[in-house]
């Protein structure tokens, strides 16, 4: 029986052997550039076209090596998935004048230890794959690469050319409004006047002549248009009851016409506010909620997709670095841990005025925790 077992022992290990041998010459022979990097940042293994392409950068601190920095990327993949924020994504960079897409996943090494293979592509060589999700939703509109983000990606350019009345909902600062231009931007109305207006400032005589037309009765200049109502739990009653009506019928009737016209527009809403508790309480009507409500769009807050703070940061230091003529490519990695600790109750807006204030005051390439100001 014993030598049964051994015999089935030398089987496995020698299935193990050829599983690793096999392995290795995979990993050498990709034609893609592929780093194994342990949690500390520290390059465990490079493959040929890795190394062909940088130079042999073995147990060395890969933001040193590849950046020249001495702070953490701004979308550092190995702290990303040493925290948990994530299990996989992918990014672009620029590396030793290289564009290059970058795609990650946790690996397990042969003896054990916990790495983070990054698989590199030259941008010039390869196109990249349509369809995938990345850091953006399209190019400098919403930023981010969590589930919640490319979800609602996907039901934006769902909705957005239907023409229906779209509800955007979530907590002050999540981007509601960028949500409704996005909407307008990929809808069949795209062409016509977008109108924004918010409910704390609508007075209570704003109604269907300021509404849909022009105050004068001249609905010709916003026929076809559509109408964005920020912050819709804050209108009066009586605007309350002027938009159901429009919702309900289709048309309205303006001082000195004879009859209704049709109101040829089309409404977004938003709100921060819980609006099926304004009903319950009686601040809101049911059945302009009811009107309102058909497609829902929530933002979740920032604390709920922390995954998305490096690529935000990213962003807004790319936007601002330019704003104000200033060369910072780098964080340290203990702003990275404040930024990812941080509750963010004002949420992206919060998070946009933190990174300005940064970019501002930093006199290097690189913001530190120091220059972190939280209000």
Known sequence: MSDFFAEELQKSQQEIDRLVRNLGVLFETMSEMVFLVRNDCVIEDMNRSAIRAFGDYRSRLCYEALHGGNGLCLTCPVKLIAAGEENEGQAEAKLDGMNVECSYVPYHGYKGDRLVMVVMRNLREAATPQGEPGRRCEADELVGKSKQIRDLCKMI??????????????????????????????????????????GVAMSESLCAGDLFGDGKGGVELVRGATVFLNEIGDISPKMQACLFRVL????????????????????????????????????????????????????????????????????????????????????????????????????????????????????????????????
């Open 248 to 375: 309900r019928d289709g048309k309205v009737t303006l001082d000195g016409d004879p009859g209704p016209m049709e109101a040829n527009v089309r409404i977004l809403a938003a709100t921060s506010k819980d609006l099926a508790l304004e009903v319950e309480e009686g601040r809101f009507r049911q059945d302009l909620h009811q009107r309102l409500n058909v497609i829902n769009l929530h933002l979740p807050p920032l604390r709920k997709r922390k995954e998305d703070i490096l690529s935000l940061v990213t962003h807004f230091i790319e936007k601002y670095r330019k704003a104000f003529g200033k060369e910072v490519d780098h964080i340290s990695e203990s702003a990275v841990d404040r930024l990812l600790q941080h509750s963010w109750p004002g949420n992206i807006r919060e998070l946009e005025d933190v990174i300005q204030r940064a970019v501002l005051l930093t006199r290097n390439n690189i913001i530190t925790e120091k220059e972190l100001i939280f209000n």
């Open 157 to 198: 350019r769902l909705v957005a050319p239907s023409g229906m009345t779209i509800l955007i909902s979530g907590e002050p600062g999540t981007g509601k409004e960028l949500v409704a231009d996005l909407i307008h931007r990929h809808s069949r109305r795209a062409d016509k006047p977008f109108l924004k207006l918010n």
